[in-house]
């Protein structure tokens, strides 16, 4: 699976939209991207994924380059229950029930 | 509708005694995920079973871990005569049955291992 690079960490106004950059710039076409976030001492929890398309869900919005090199995770509206670890995982189809949770982005959500 | 839920959250071995983890997957879901999270660092794949049949555990240590998915009952993973190294949190995940293509995982609460 290819190697997805993100911020260690990253600071965000409650109430303001939290943009959240991963690089993955040796993914392969049939590797998607999910997005994970674990909040302190909680399982992670599933936010959303994509393979070429942007996404949009209840929780947020998944934006791919056209290269596919990177995306985007969009938290419209934070508040401070999205403070946690973010996590961009690339995985190919064939194995991707086989997450690898890198360090992820340490998002904090201020007052 | 109940998540996945571990059992017990929290558990104390000392070296050299087994740990049992347990773990009920989400209601219809066929497919258990066992990962392991080692102080400060990010989670790592373990095993992914099914009922009754191990599908990948290239994950796991070679000894002492082994998992199973019986066809009634949960999930277990033990953890035989551990060792301090063994302390960390361990997360089940389930989905649905895979129908093609991709697929979320739902991960439970954790269990947390103390060997002292």
């Known amino acids: 699976d290819a190697k997805t690079t993100q911020p260690p960490s990253m600071d965000c106004a409650e109430g303001r939209a939290a943009n959240l950059p991963c690089n993955h710039s040796t993914i392969s076409g049939n590797e998607y991207v999910y997005w994970y976030r674990q909040i302190h001492s909680q399982g992670p929890q599933y936010i959303i994924h994509?393979?070429?398309n942007n996404e949009t869900n209840e929780m947020a919005s998944l934006i791919i380059t056209e290269d596919r090199k990177s995306s985007t995770l969009i938290l419209p509206h934070a508040t401070l229950r999205d403070t946690a670890v973010y996590y961009c995982?690339?995985?190919?189809?064939?194995?991707?029930?086989?997450?690898?949770f890198g360090a992820g982005t340490t998002v904090t959500v201020r007052a | 509708n109940a998540g996945v839920m571990q059992n017990p959250r929290h558990l104390v071995r000392r070296r050299g005694q087994e740990a049992r983890l347990r773990c009920s997957p989400m209601?219809?879901?066929?497919?258990v995920y066992w990962y392991r999270q080692l102080p400060e660092e990010g989670l790592k794949f373990m095993v992914y079973l099914q009922k009754e049949n191990i599908i990948d555990e290239s994950g796991m240590p070679k000894e002492r871990f082994s998992a199973e998915f019986p066809k009634e009952g949960p999930s277990i993973l033990r953890i035989q005569q551990v060792v301090r190294g063994d302390s960390a949190a361990y997360f089940c995940?389930?989905?649905?049955?895979?129908?093609?293509?991709?697929?979320?995982?739902?991960f439970g609460p954790g269990t947390r291992l103390t060997v002292t």
């Open positions: 995982i690339a995985a190919a189809i064939s194995n991707d029930y086989k997450l690898s």
């Open positions: 994509g393979l070429k």
């Open positions: 995940a389930s989905s649905p049955a895979r129908t093609g293509g991709s697929y979320e995982q739902y």
């Open positions: 209601k219809g879901h066929s497919h």
